[in-house]
């Protein structure tokens, strides 16, 4: 009994060790659980192993004449069979049952289950889903243009770059209506940390992904829960020892709206071991204080842009399309299965981030049956069935055009120009600098234009449009202002419903029922409306109201 307690004393201490350094979570779903929980009983069961040796006249063991010791000089106590046997069952009884319980949820029972991971609305109109191009609103830098950038204005801060280095994160969101990406200064090292542990990181780096404009946000009170801190500053252990039960997935850095940071981490749950991930909600962290507080998905503030990750997106998706008619039909025959290419990328809607990526067959040819948009806060997801070219067909489109430039192409961004679904392109030199936009047609990549990109966005895109000869107008650049609505009337023309509004300076407007269905018919004197047009006339006509 004595040595037992011995030895469960010695695993205990080996343990706690060990889920300092690898901070397993203690979740029956997670493999990292009980790959911790089998090395423990492997653990105590040595130490009663080692304990059962017993060396009769140890001091005296012969060697024969080849100077190795005869084992059979050794005796072991009875118990050593029973300690094997109690090894070899534990462990492979757990592994069996996991496996035949991970067989059992498997896709091929529950094929149907695993396709309605994700809902995808299949009826979605991408003309009427997603507005003409705006761009004054769109990320045109990508994500390692950012890191550029961003390295650039750190290394301006000579008294930064010698104790802290940019992380790689560059997280992409939506701060007050501007497009940016945003990233934490990380501790450069053990000795870095020890010597400024105290005042902390007191800095993050915001990248403006439309006119790439760099800044680095110097904090009143530096953060001190971060990933390259130690001991219980680190942010992975600061989470582990307050969530002690929870799974945690890859943490993003966001800002709220008034520019404080945090990290984001979600909460993964899984059914059986490891099997069906989802997210069931996010940790938010202040790094300065180190509180934080968790929210189911449902209920996660809207100033945080990335709850789902792109992976798991991206698996959901590719279920989908792969099990919808059943597990038999995913191997032989594979009708109606289709797959999501290999790239994707982010575009903003409506104050929110929102994944895009392209939809094929399985046989993995080179053109697109469509594409999803997916919300990464609520993990909307829309399918638009536009036939098309495939994102690395269209790259290499856009580089066939100036292919003595040796330039990179970056994966596209995918805009409505003047209701055509067209991919946005930038060209990089070997710096990452953008050198040209391309813009390149969907449905047919072969219609494809390059344009320096010193004569501007604007310039390119009317470029484009020229040279397919568009049927629509080239891009107009609107004006927008706010006024106060002292009369507003309607009337039908020809079938068609205006309004006419006259504001408080006495100005005349006119507006389609077309262009805001929703808001002109609740329009009422004394309302303060946003108005976007193309230039002022008698009578201007309104393009938008917000």
């Not at 779903?29 to 009769?56: A, N, T």
């Not at 020892?241 to 966001?254: A, C, L, M, Q, V």
């Not at 936009?437 to 390059?450: C, E, I, L, M, S």
């Not at 629509?472 to 009369?487: C, F, H, L, M, S």
């Amino acid at each position: 009994m004595k040595k037992t307690i011995i030895y469960l004393l010695i695993t205990i201490f080996i343990g706690a060790v060990a889920y300092y350094l690898f901070l397993p979570p203690i979740n029956i779903h997670s493999e990292d659980f009980w790959i911790y929980l089998i090395s423990l009983v492997i653990i105590f069961e040595l130490c009663r192993l080692v304990g059962s040796f017993d060396y009769k006249g140890a001091s005296y063991l012969q060697k024969d004449e080849n100077n190795v010791i005869n084992l059979n000089q050794l005796n072991f106590k009875s118990n050593f069979k029973k300690i094997d046997k109690f090894i070899l069952t534990f462990v492979i009884g757990a592994i069996v049952i996991a496996l035949v319980l991970n067989f059992i949820l498997s896709p091929l029972f529950n094929a149907k289950v695993y396709s309605k991971r994700i809902t995808v609305d299949e009826e979605s109109k991408f003309i009427e889903d997603v507005e003409k191009v705006n761009f004054e609103a769109i990320p045109l830098l990508d994500k390692e243009s950012s890191q550029k950038l961003g390295d650039r204005v750190m290394g301006q801060m000579p008294e930064l770059v010698s104790q802290f280095y940019v992380s790689k994160l560059y997280t992409q969101i939506n701060y007050n209506n501007d497009i940016i990406r945003v990233t934490p200064l990380e501790y450069d090292g053990l000795i870095k940390y020890f010597t400024n542990k105290k005042d902390g990181v007191k800095g993050y780096i915001t990248v403006n992904s439309v006119t790439g404009e760099s800044t680095l946000v110097k904090l009143d009170e530096g953060m001190k829960y971060m990933s390259s801190a130690l001991f219980s500053h680190d942010l992975a252990r600061k989470l582990r020892f307050t969530y002690p039960t929870k799974i945690f997935g890859e943490e993003s850095f966001e800002i709220d709206n008034e520019g404080n940071p945090y990290w984001i981490v979600p909460v993964i749950k899984y059914v059986g071991i490891g099997l069906r991930r989802d997210i069931q909600g996010v940790v938010i962290l202040d790094p300065i204080t180190g509180d934080s507080k968790y929210y189911d998905v449902k209920d996660v503030p809207t100033w945080v842009d990335h709850v789902y990750s792109a992976d798991i997106i991206l698996e959901q998706v590719n279920d989908w399309g792969k099990y919808r008619q059943g597990f038999i039909n995913s191997i032989f025959g594979q009708k109606s299965v289709v797959v999501t290419t290999e790239g994707y990328n982010y575009t903003v809607m409506k104050d929110d981030v929102y994944l895009y990526t392209g939809i094929t067959s399985a046989a993995s040819d080179e053109s697109n049956i469509g594409f999803i948009l997916t919300n990464m806060r609520t993990k909307e997801t829309k399918l638009y069935s536009v036939p098309g070219a495939e994102e690395y067909s269209a790259m290499a489109s856009a580089r066939g055009q100036v292919q003595q430039m040796s330039y990179n192409a970056s994966f596209p961004l995918l805009i409505n120009l003047n209701n055509r679904p067209t991919y946005l392109i930038s060209l990089k030199d070997n710096a990452g600098l953008v050198k040209m936009y391309a813009f390149v047609d969907v449905v047919d990549y072969q219609k494809v234009t390059v344009t320096d990109s010193s004569e501007g966005i604007v310039k390119a895109a009317n470029n484009y449009l020229e040279a397919i000869g568009s049927e629509t107008e080239e891009i107009k650049e609107y004006e927008n202002k706010q006024i106060e609505v002292a009369a507003i009337y309607n009337s039908t023309v020809d079938g068609n419903t205006y309004y006419y509004i006259i504001d408080t300076e006495g100005k005349k407007y006119k507006a389609s029922i077309k262009i805001e269905t929703n808001k002109l018919p609740f329009i009422l004197q004394g309302s303060i409306i946003t108005i976007d047009y193309l230039k002022e006339t008698e009578v201007t006509n309104i393009e938008k109201i917000s």
